[in-house]
Structures are given as structure tokens and as C-alpha cells.
């Protein structure tokens, strides 16, 4: 197994106008289910909405091992593409959820962030749909999407970035990583893929549903191949656990 290369960011966002590396912005109500986890006003995970009071993200985010941190300072920002250093459209976190995360090997990188309160019945927002019925002895197309750094060390940006790539079958990630918890991918075009801040983050499958949180990267961001994709945690594998922790 190659080294997994987690990634949490605690920095304050970049308006520059440039793409996640090779992504391009998303369009407003695109995926209306992002959102980023921050501490204070400064980004540092991604997070998907399952219901109005719970947010799938990365357990190596929000947890010690399988212990939750102290969620002192911690909030989510929701309902839009744009992330700022303000606290419009926010809501403060209640309790980290966690499984039981192993960082040597990457397993259960899965946790559940629950809010103080329901989410308002605003437009802006919606529920994402969990996918847990993936056929991965095949490849699929889809998209993964953050607000990580545009490149290895660079600034992260202001809009929410998406990158098209293609997932690769069970057995291919197998030779590399555990396919029983992780789905991995890698960038369609000749360059591109998850970076510091992404983590968290959604794995879309074309024709819609989430089937991977992002985990992990194998080599420096943006250069996945077959031998060195980005990792992803399963849905699948995790779905239980989701619906046994979030009230769905």
C-alpha cells in the first residue's frame, strides 16, 4: 500500500481566478449539498448534507483515531458555491459522530457532523441522495468536487471547483489500496484531482448520487493515474453506519 497523503486544510480562502488543478466552477445550485466545514471563518473540510441537521465528511477532518474532537469553533457554510470569511449562511456544530477510523490504513475515514439546529427551509441547499447500490467491477464517470487547493501548496479558491474523472474497477484499486473501503479515481483529462482542503468532499457518479467521501491522495495533487489515483471512502460500505447515525 502506498502512503496515504490526508487532506485538511486550515487556511482562509483565495479569490483568485484560477481551477482546483484542471477544475472549473461550478455552476450556483449545481450541488446544492456542499458545504464547507470550517473552523472560525477558515475553510478546512468539505461536507455533503444527508438531512437538515447532519453532514457527511472525512473522519481524519473531525476525529482523533475514532474520537471526536472538541467542536469548539467549528461551523459549516451552506447554500452556495461562494465560501467568505464571514458568517452568513452558517450554522454551529453539536457533536462529531465517528467510526472507527484507522489513520495507518486509511479504513473508516467516515464521520457525521450534527448541527446545533435544522438547517432553515431556504432555497440554496438540498439533501444529497447516498448511492449504495454501485456496480464497482467497472468503471463509471462522474465528478468530484471541493473547494481544495488549485494546485500542490497553492491558494484554495473562493468558488466551489469541479473536476470530471472516472472511477476505476474494484480490482484495479484493489492492487493499490483496500477496494473493500475505498473507491478510487482519477482525472479524465491529462491532469487534475483532489488537493489539501477537499477532504470530505463528494465522489458523483454520473446520473447523480454520492458513492465516496474524499479521502486521500497517493502522490503530490493533481497527477492520479491508474497506479496513483485518489481515494475516496465508500458509501457503500458505510451506508449502514450513515442511516444508523443520521436519523434517515
Keep these: 500500500m502506498k502512503p496515504l497523503l490526508f487532506l485538511v486544510l486550515f487556511v482562509g480562502y483565495c479569490s483568485a481566478s484560477l481551477k482546483i488543478v484542471n477544475g ?15 473552523h472560525g471563518v477558515d475553510h478546512a473540510c468539505g461536507g455533503t448534507i444527508i438531512n437538515s441537521k447532519h453532514v457527511l465528511t472525512a473522519a481524519h477532518c473531525v476525529c482523533d483515531y475514532g474520537n471526536a474532537k472538541n467542536t469548539d469553533g467549528y461551523n459549516i457554510q451552506y447554500g452556495s458555491i461562494h465560501i ?9 456544530v453539536e457533536k462529531f459522530i465517528c ?6 490504513l486509511g479504513t473508516n475515514d467516515v464521520a457525521i457532523v450534527r448541527l446545533v439546529s435544522t438547517l432553515p427551509m431556504i432555497d440554496g441547499w438540498q439533501s444529497v441522495y447516498l448511492k449504495n447500490d454501485l456496480k464497482t467491477d467497472f468503471q463509471h464517470d462522474g465528478w ?8 500542490d501548496a497553492g491558494p484554495i479558491p473562493s468558488v466551489l471547483q469541479k473536476l470530471q474523472v472516472t472511477t476505476l474497477s474494484d480490482s484495479a484499486c484493489g492492487t493499490q489500496h483496500d477496494s473493500d473501503h475505498h ?3 482519477k482525472s479524465i483529462g491529462p491532469a487534475g484531482g483532489i488537493c489539501n482542503g477537499d477532504s470530505g468532499g463528494a ?3 454520473s446520473g447523480g448520487g454520492q458513492v465516496g467521501i474524499a479521502s486521500f491522495i497517493t502522490t503530490t495533487c493533481g497527477t492520479t493515474t491508474d497506479v496513483t489515483p485518489d481515494g475516496f471512502s465508500k ?5 449502514q453506519w450513515i442511516i444508523n447515525n443520521s436519523n434517515l
Design 144 to 151: 468530484v468536487v471541493g473547494w481544495g487547493r488549485l494546485w
Design 99 to 104: 467510526a472507527d477510523y484507522n489513520p495507518q
Design 24 to 38: 472549473t466552477d461550478a455552476e450556483e445550485g449545481e450541488f446544492p449539498f456542499m458545504v464547507s466545514l470550517r
Design 203 to 205: 465522489l458523483i457518479v
Design 84 to 92: 467568505t470569511r464571514t458568517y452568513e449562511r452558517t450554522m454551529e
Design 235 to 239: 458509501v457503500s460500505t458505510y451506508y
Design 183 to 185: 473507491l478510487c479515481a
